[in-house]
Every structure is written in C-alpha cells, then in structure tokens.
C-alpha cells in the first residue's frame, strides 16, 4: 500500500522470502512498474484462494510460506519492512504480541502504522491476526471509516484516504486535515 501522496517507482523494491532461517533469499520477485499514491500492489501464490487470485496484481513464489518463515519488502536491496526475522527459525510460527501469531491466520497491519519497519521486535506489535482465509478488504489499503469520538468530531482514517471521501452533514462543521505526521495542512 503507497500511503504517501506521491507515485512510487517499484523498480527500487523487490520483496524476499527467507524460508526455513535462511539468511539469503530463497525465493525473490522484483517489483516493476509505478504503484500510484494510495494505490495497493497485491502479490499472490499461484495456488491461492480464487478471491486472492482476483484481486492479485502478479502471482509469485514469493509467497510460499507458511508463517515460519521471514519475507520482506527489500528497498534497493536492504530490508526495509519484515515479517519475521531474516536469519532465524521461529519453530512453528512468530508470536504476534497483541494476541496470535503467524502460522494459519491473516495478518493485517494496524491502521495508524503508515511507514515500513525493518525491525521485527518492533514491526511485530503493528499487525493483528484474524481467521485464516479473511479476505477482508485485500487489495484496498487500509480501510477508511468514521472513530466514534463521542460529542467532539468524527477522525477519518487513514489519512490519506484512498480515493476520497464525501461528507453529508445538515449544516457547517469545523474541519482540520494532518498529515501522516501530525502536521497541520489545513484548518
């Protein structure tokens, strides 16, 4: 998912599977192409679920794990976001802190983490598990909803929306937009 508001060039990414404890790849796939702001690039095994396969952008090797091993996003060839740690055999699965782990389940990342992180003792308390084969929202970047902020204001996340937002309201309302960063962009 490109979060940013401007276009990525993939041809600086590669993504690397590091099956087994291995600490070179076993399987890699180089990115090409432009991935647009807020677009979402989905890579799948050939054998995935029909509704995966739909939504796929390109089917790959790559993703061939099954929760024991490493795989990252590699930036002109340096990790620059994992899953797992690169060099280690977890045994069955990484332990998922707030609650599962990798092994038979859907890892999606939280909402408000809008960088890549190539530290997994870090990286590892931004994602949640749910069921294996939850389908939910894949291909969409993150879902983009109202938090219920009781009498203040309702917080439309993430920001950036992914292709906009309309607001039907019975009469004016103050409005703030930030940044991924918490910077002011406007009032």
């Not at 799948?44 to 790559?62: H, M």
Request: proline content about 7%; glycine content about 10%; overall charge negative.
């Amino acid at each position: 998912y490109n979060p940013t508001l401007a276009d990525v060039d993939l041809a600086d990414y590669a993504v690397a599977l590091y099956a087994n404890g291995s600490s070179t790849a076993t399987q890699t796939l180089q990115l090409s192409g432009i991935l647009p702001a807020g677009g979402v690039y989905v890579i799948a095994n050939s054998s995935a679920s029909p509704l995966v396969l739909a939504a796929a952008d390109i089917t790959s090797a790559v993703c061939t794990f099954n929760g024991d091993d490493a795989i990252a996003l590699l930036y002109q060839g340096f990790a620059s976001d994992v899953v797992g740690v690169i060099g280690v055999d977890p045994g069955a699965q990484w332990a998922i802190p707030t609650g599962g782990a990798t092994a038979d389940h859907t890892l999606r990342r939280i909402t408000n983490v809008v960088a890549p992180e190539s530290d997994w003792g870090i990286a590892q308390f931004q994602w949640t598990d749910h069921v294996l084969d939850d389908f939910t929202d894949l291909g969409n970047g993150f879902p983009t909803g109202f938090i219920d902020q009781g009498s203040v204001r309702p917080l439309l996340i993430p920001n950036p929306t992914r292709e906009g937002f309309r607001l039907n309201l019975p009469g004016p309302m103050p409005a703030r937009m930030m940044s991924g960063t918490g910077a002011l962009v406007a009032d």
